[in-house]
């Protein structure tokens, strides 16, 4: 089993920077895909970001581009969201997400780690 654990949420003004990490354990990291993604009250989960288990290949929401950046540390089993420019409309629940290289659905899942931004 895969076991994902996020940290770094909490209460932030509109405008702020926010750094959400996830540390994984269980199974071997660098061949894992890794994704972020978040549900905020009354809305559908939606992906946030994602990143290759090489880095090489990263994606965005519409709503993330150019002010999120996905990034990870192999040799530490993390990986990391940095937030910026942060709206109201970011507050939401963040979970971190992986699965294997070729799988189309997300296997395994953190407890997620709420987000606040006020306005």
């Known amino acids: 089993q895969v076991q994902l654990v996020e940290s770094g949420g909490g209460l932030v003004q509109a405008g702020g920077s926010m750094r959400l990490s996830c540390t994984t354990s269980g199974r071997t990291f660098n061949y894992l895909t890794m994704g972020w993604l978040r549900q905020a009250p009354g809305k559908e989960r939606e992906s946030v970001a994602a990143?290759?288990?090489?880095?090489?290949?990263?994606y965005y929401a519409d709503s993330a581009k150019g002010r999120f950046t996905i990034s990870r540390d192999n040799a530490k089993n993390a990986v990391h969201l940095q937030m910026t420019q942060l709206k109201p409309e970011d507050t939401a629940i963040y979970y971190c997400?992986?699965?294997?290289?070729?799988?189309?659905?997300?296997?395994?899942w953190g407890q997620g780690t709420q987000v606040t931004v006020s306005s």
């Open positions: 997400a992986a699965k294997r290289v070729g799988d189309a659905e997300w296997t395994w």
């Open positions: 990143i290759a288990w090489s880095a090489s290949s990263t």
